[in-house]
């Protein structure tokens, strides 16, 4: 029998990962060592106090029935922490839990959107944020994140049609892949943007707990009028090592969470109970574990571009996120080119900036996975491969 396939699952590609994945297995093959900055996946523990929740709540049968919907103590825990972490009330009908901001994302066009619709999403940006409108036909229109506008969408260049034909715009920062903090000046320029255009505004916030420099990440949802435009996305898996249970929330905007929440009862019921009741421990429990992890990320930053610099790559150091967004060194311009011989001569991993868009070309993103000591060697290796003589010129 000849399978027929969907015309949307015929044009999803494995893509670069693949690639990758096999290069890497050859080279373990090999005897190689592996540096893996690939995975934005942290190699850090959930705390104890999570793990027990979880381990606590999993004993009990009861908790093997379908949830539905939250417990109210986990809407209680997420309006606390809101309130503590960002000054900002909620009430419960405004917060609903998520399989993860990737499953939020991926499905939140389907209420918002008809084919047709238009959303704005940033280039470079997470992939997620174009192929859950694109999965439900919806047009993407990909605004800039330029070097020289400090990544930050120049609200007034949007074309005046595109802007009156959108739906909605994806905005995330601290932002992955790009490692930049957005000033609070523009989160008032885009509610009002917003609001001028009735474009409705989803915030990713997955990194607002790894931000350096001294500095807090903050919410979209501290500025006036944000919860009249739009909704933010918290999730659990950074901040918390939670990334394997799947929890995150969309918070916000009443009615956008009313129609997400009733269309999402047709295809989920409901966050399985003990990881709910790890969550609570997470939004419920200290603070500091979140905190001291953040500094770590900092010094692994700090170790792996100040080595980079070291040895003659001219890497910035990130403002925030648990990665690092390198400019190809000189003599490359093909991401994907240079990531498998980077790979080949040095065992390092990273992933090609051309995954994240047209203008992610030009640059790799490594996630900060591993601690001070491996990226040390990391580098080391780097400079051993002479992969950095700049007299290199690729085609
Ligand atoms: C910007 C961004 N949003 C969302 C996610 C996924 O979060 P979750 O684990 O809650 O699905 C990631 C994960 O890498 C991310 O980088």
């Not at 350096?212 to 435009?229: D, I, P, T």
Request: glycine letters at 8%; proline letters at 6%; hydrophobic letters at 40%.
């Amino acid at each position: 029998m000849k399978l027929q396939f969907s015309d949307k699952a015929n044009q999803i590609k494995e893509g670069i990962f693949t690639v990758l994945d096999a290069k890497k297995n050859e080279l373990l093959r090999e005897g190689r060592t592996i540096y893996n900055l690939s995975v934005g996946t942290p190699d850090f523990r959930p705390m104890q106090h999570i793990m027990d929740a979880v381990a606590e709540a999993a004993k009990d049968p009861k908790n093997y029935k379908y949830a539905l919907v939250e417990l109210p103590e986990l809407l209680t825990a997420m309006q606390g922490f809101y309130q503590r972490r960002f000054g900002v009330e909620l009430e419960k009908d405004e917060i609903m839990a998520l399989y993860g901001s990737q499953e939020g994302m991926s499905h939140i066009a389907w209420a918002l959107c008809n084919p047709g619709d238009l959303v704005l999403v940033p280039n470079p940006g997470y992939q997620i944020f174009s192929i859950g409108p694109e999965l439900c036909d919806a047009g993407v229109w990909a605004y800039p994140l330029l070097p020289e506008n400090q990544f930050l969408p120049k609200l007034d260049e949007i074309p005046e049609d595109v802007a009156r034909r959108a739906k909605f715009m994806v905005v995330s920062y601290p932002a992955n892949p790009i490692c930049k903090v957005a000033p609070e000046s523009f989160y008032r320029e885009l509610i009002a943007f917003a609001k001028k255009y009735e474009i409705m505004i989803l915030h990713d916030n997955a990194y607002s707990d790894i931000v350096y420099g001294g500095r807090k990440g903050g919410s979209f949802l501290q500025y006036e009028g944000a919860k009249e435009v739009g909704i933010e996305f918290y999730s659990l898996s950074k901040s918390f090592n939670y990334t394997g249970a799947r929890a995150s929330f969309a918070l916000g905007n009443r009615e956008i969470i009313q129609k997400f929440r009733a269309l999402r009862t047709q295809f989920d019921y409901g966050t399985f109970l003990p990881v709910q009741y790890g969550a609570i421990a997470a939004l419920e429990g200290p603070f500091d574990g979140v905190e001291e992890q953040c500094r770590q990320y900092e010094e692994r930053n700090r170790t792996l571009c100040g080595g980079l610099r070291r040895i003659g790559w001219n890497v910035p150091d990130s403002e925030g996120t648990m990665f690092v967004w390198a400019p190809l060194p000189e003599g490359y311009t093909n991401s994907e080119e240079f990531c498998v011989e980077l790979m080949e001569k040095s065992g390092v991993i990273c992933v090609p900036g051309s995954c994240f868009g047209s203008l992610g070309e030009g640059f790799v993103r490594m996630a900060l996975v591993l601690p001070p000591e491996e990226l040390e060697k990391a580098v080391e290796s780097i400079a051993r491969s002479g992969i950095l003589q700049t007299e290199k010129v690729q085609n």
